[in-house]
C-alpha cells in the first residue's frame, strides 16, 4: 500500500507501544461502559405514560 500524497510506501505498524496501549484503553472503555449499554437496551423496550399537560391545568384549576 502506498501513500497517496508522497508515494511512498505505507507500513503497518500494529505492533507498536502506542497502538496497543489504545487498544488496551478501548478494551477497557467497552468493558467499564458494558453495564451502561445493558441498561440503555433494557429501556429501549419501557412505555412510558402520555405526559399531558392539560389535565395537570384542569386539576390545578378545578382546586381554584
Same mark, same amino acid.
Given at each position: 500500500m502506498f501513500c497517496e500524497i508522497?508515494?511512498?510506501e505505507v507500513?503497518?505498524?500494529e505492533d507498536a507501544e502506542s497502538v496497543q496501549g489504545s487498544k488496551?484503553?478501548?478494551q477497557r472503555f467497552n468493558? +467499564?461502559?458494558r453495564f451502561i449499554r445493558e441498561g440503555l437496551q433494557?429501556?429501549?423496550s419501557m412505555v412510558?405514560? +402520555?405526559y399531558v399537560i392539560l389535565h395537570l391545568l384542569i386539576r390545578s384549576c378545578a382546586s381554584c
Open positions: 508522497c508515494h511512498a507500513v503497518d505498524n488496551d484503553r478501548m468493558s +467499564q461502559m433494557k429501556s429501549e412510558l405514560p +402520555q
